[in-house]
C-alpha cells in the first residue's frame, strides 16, 4: 500500500522560503508521477485541491501558474522522498499541502484517491 508523509510546512512572512518534503513508502518515488497539491482555508468543504506541481517518471516537471518560477519540485530516489522548493513565497500561499501519486494540474476531489497523508500546513504572513 502506498503510504505518504508530507512535513517542512511552517509560519513565514511574504517572500521567504520553504522546503516540504513528502517521505514515501511501500513504492518508489522514480517509477511514478507525482503530484504536490495544496488545499486553502476554509476550502475543505468544496472536496477539492489545487495541483501545483508535478514530476513524471522521466523527472520532466510542471507547475501550475500560480506558483511557476517560485515553487520547485524535485524527487531525491536515495531517500524515496518528494520535495518542493518554495521560494517568493505569498500570503495567497498560505494552505495545507499534500502529495498524491499520480499527475495532474487540474483541481482534484479528495475523494478521488485513497492513500492521502496528513498534509503540512503553510501560513504566509504579510
Known amino acids: 500500500q502506498e503510504h505518504l508523509v508530507e512535513s517542512g510546512g511552517d509560519s513565514v512572512k511574504a517572500g521567504g522560503s520553504l522546503r516540504l518534503s513528502c517521505a514515501a513508502s511501500?513504492?518508489?518515488?522514480?517509477?511514478?508521477?507525482m503530484t504536490w497539491l495544496r488545499q486553502a482555508p476554509g476550502k475543505e468543504r468544496e472536496g477539492l485541491r489545487e495541483?501545483?506541481?508535478?514530476?513524471?517518471?522521466?523527472?520532466?516537471?510542471d507547475y501550475a501558474d500560480s506558483v511557476k518560477g517560485r515553487f520547485t519540485i524535485s524527487r531525491d530516489n536515495a531517500k524515496n522522498t518528494l520535495y518542493l522548493q518554495m521560494n517568493g513565497l505569498k500570503p495567497e500561499d498560505t494552505a495545507m499541502y499534500y502529495c498524491?501519486?499520480?499527475?495532474?494540474?487540474?483541481?482534484?476531489?479528495?475523494?478521488?484517491?485513497?492513500?492521502w497523508g496528513p498534509g503540512t500546513q503553510v501560513t504566509v504572513s504579510s
Open positions: 498524491g501519486v499520480f499527475c495532474s494540474l487540474t483541481p482534484v476531489r479528495t475523494i478521488w484517491y485513497n492513500d
Open positions: 511501500g513504492f518508489s518515488v522514480t517509477n511514478r508521477c
Open positions: 495541483a501545483v506541481a508535478t514530476i513524471d517518471t522521466d523527472g520532466v516537471t
